[in-house]
């Protein structure tokens, strides 16, 4: 553990370097990208640095973490703006599960840091909940304009790949730190990362897992959600062998404006295209990237380890997708579940929203797309549950997070 964190930290101390000095023709920051860094960048180091000093505590406080099984997780993965979250927070409304919440994924990755603010949490109950309903009003103010592309609270389940912030390997990164290779290789993981350090990332990636389980209840089943882990499908395949695995698939020709309009806001923050002017067209080419290795990793995989299911299905009939997701897979629901699953699917039936895009505003055709990634969504396609639309009953484009 002390290799990579030293290791963390002399990448990010390079990221700095770089950027205040790129590499010879490579694009210069502009101002305003220096600015927002050079503030971006201390507070980023000193939040994983509370990370690590957590993870520390643990190998003191709580070592028998380390001896949790991860035994037959579930993996929701797929390309972005596929029905992930939607699909994901159903799912985690199933009492079999547990999965990461977004507070945990952002200030407690530790078991210590969870244990303190779970402490912390059952305090303010008995006061009130001053600080909760403090955090509520705040998260509102501060994240309410997001609902329409990604719907965050502190309290919903969220993709547990922040937990590799610590370790840099969270892709999202590639926003703040568009000229680091290295976060650019996580987002061609199965193809490009060096073995010693995929072995590494993977490693760390399990301890998070046995970390959150022991917090939780090792009986419970994990519930994992991650669209930007479909680079790494194959990765996780090989780690997680009695794994069961569920890919959301939606039309590339309406995957690739959503995600380029989804972190549109975030390109514009940090001003990335300043540093990297090519940044939409690499991103775009990684999105390819998703399908052929989805493609190649669950292709030829069997029926009950992994299920297709496109976002039409999600949209036209919830309930029935659901209920052949865990008939694929051999997974047993309470009549618990499925009540709360008619409510849910009543529920995202009169949900709209008013994210707009489209490929023209990134300099795609439809024909193009389909051109070079037609083929790969069909052959994934092919293999997805089949649900019979209904069109009173289809869902909004909305829920595409």
């Given at each position: 553990?002390?290799?990579?964190?030293f290791?963390?930290?002399?990448?990010?101390?390079a990221?700095?370097?770089?950027?205040?000095f790129?590499?010879?023709?490579?694009?210069?920051?502009?101002?305003?990208r220096?600015?927002?860094?050079?503030a971006?960048?201390?507070v980023?180091?000193?939040?994983?640095l509370?990370h690590?000093?957590?993870?520390?505590?643990?190998?003191?406080?709580?070592?028998?973490?380390?001896?949790?099984?991860v035994?037959?997780?579930?993996?929701?993965l797929?390309?972005p703006?596929?029905?992930?979250?939607?699909?994901?927070?159903v799912?985690?409304?199933?009492?079999?599960?547990?999965?990461f919440?977004?507070?945990?994924?952002?200030?407690?990755?530790?078991?210590t840091?969870?244990?303190?603010?779970?402490?912390?949490?059952r305090?303010?109950?008995?006061?009130?909940?001053p600080?909760?309903?403090?955090l509520?009003?705040?998260?509102?103010k501060?994240?309410?304009g997001?609902a329409?592309?990604?719907?965050?609270?502190?309290?919903?389940?969220?993709?547990d790949?922040?937990?590799?912030?610590p370790v840099l390997?969270?892709?999202i990164?590639?926003?703040?730190?568009?000229?680091s290779?290295?976060?650019?290789?996580?987002?061609?993981?199965d193809?490009?990362?060096?073995?010693a350090?995929?072995?590494?990332?993977?490693d760390?990636?399990?301890?998070?897992?046995?970390?959150?389980?022991?917090?939780?209840?090792?009986?419970?089943r994990?519930?994992?959600?991650?669209?930007?882990?479909a680079?790494?499908?194959?990765?996780?395949?090989?780690?997680?062998?009695?794994?069961r695995?569920?890919i959301?698939?939606?039309?590339?020709?309406?995957?690739?404006?959503?995600?380029?309009?989804s972190?549109?806001?975030g390109i514009?923050?940090?001003?990335?295209?300043?540093?990297?002017?090519?940044?939409?067209?690499r991103?775009?080419?990684?999105?390819?990237?998703?399908?052929?290795?989805?493609?190649?990793?669950f292709?030829?995989a069997?029926?009950n380890?992994c299920v297709?299911?496109?976002?039409?299905?999600?949209?036209?009939d919830?309930?029935?997708?659901i209920?052949?997701?865990?008939?694929?897979?051999?997974?047993d629901?309470?009549?618990q579940?499925?009540?709360?699953?008619?409510?849910?699917?009543?529920?995202?039936?009169?949900?709209?929203?008013?994210?707009?895009?489209?490929?023209?505003?990134?300099g795609?055709?439809?024909?193009?797309v389909?051109?070079?990634?037609?083929?790969?969504?069909?052959?994934?396609?092919?293999?997805?549950?089949?649900v019979?639309?209904?069109?009173?009953r289809?869902?909004?484009?909305?829920?595409?997070?």
């Amino acid at each position: 553990m002390l290799r990579l964190f030293f290791a963390t930290q002399a990448r990010i101390l390079a990221l700095a370097v770089r950027l205040l000095f790129p590499r010879r023709g490579a694009g210069r920051a502009s101002p305003k990208r220096l600015a927002v860094m050079l503030a971006f960048i201390p507070v980023f180091a000193l939040v994983q640095l509370i990370h690590w000093v957590g993870f520390l505590l643990d190998e003191i406080l709580f070592p028998a973490y380390r001896r949790v099984d991860v035994r037959e997780p579930i993996f929701v993965l797929g390309v972005p703006r596929s029905g992930t979250t939607h699909l994901h927070r159903v799912l985690a409304a199933d009492e079999q599960y547990t999965t990461f919440s977004t507070w945990e994924c952002f200030f407690a990755l530790s078991v210590t840091a969870r244990r303190f603010w779970l402490a912390v949490g059952r305090l303010d109950a008995k006061v009130g909940a001053p600080l909760s309903r403090l955090l509520r009003w705040a998260e509102g103010k501060l994240l309410g304009g997001m609902a329409d592309v990604h719907s965050m609270s502190l309290w919903d389940a969220e993709e547990d790949y922040f937990a590799l912030m610590p370790v840099l390997a969270c892709f999202i990164l590639v926003l703040p730190f568009a000229h680091s290779d290295f976060v650019w290789r996580m987002g061609t993981f199965d193809r490009d990362m060096p073995e010693a350090e995929r072995r590494r990332i993977m490693d760390f990636y399990y301890r998070a897992l046995q970390r959150h389980l022991y917090v939780h209840g090792p009986d419970k089943r994990l519930l994992s959600k991650n669209a930007a882990f479909a680079p790494l499908a194959q990765a996780l395949a090989e780690r997680f062998q009695d794994a069961r695995f569920v890919i959301c698939l939606r039309e590339p020709a309406n995957t690739i404006p959503s995600q380029l309009s989804s972190i549109e806001s975030g390109i514009d923050f940090f001003d990335a295209l300043s540093q990297a002017p090519d940044l939409r067209a690499r991103l775009t080419e990684q999105l390819a990237f998703y399908y052929r290795n989805l493609g190649q990793a669950f292709g030829a995989a069997s029926e009950n380890r992994c299920v297709c299911v496109t976002m039409s299905a999600l949209k036209s009939d919830l309930a029935s997708t659901i209920e052949q997701i865990y008939g694929q897979l051999g997974l047993d629901s309470t009549a618990q579940f499925k009540a709360r699953l008619a409510l849910r699917e009543a529920e995202s039936r009169g949900y709209s929203s008013s994210h707009s895009y489209s490929l023209e505003q990134y300099g795609l055709s439809r024909e193009e797309v389909e051109r070079r990634l037609g083929d790969l969504y069909a052959k994934l396609s092919a293999r997805a549950i089949a649900v019979e639309e209904t069109p009173k009953r289809r869902q909004p484009e909305a829920l595409a997070s």
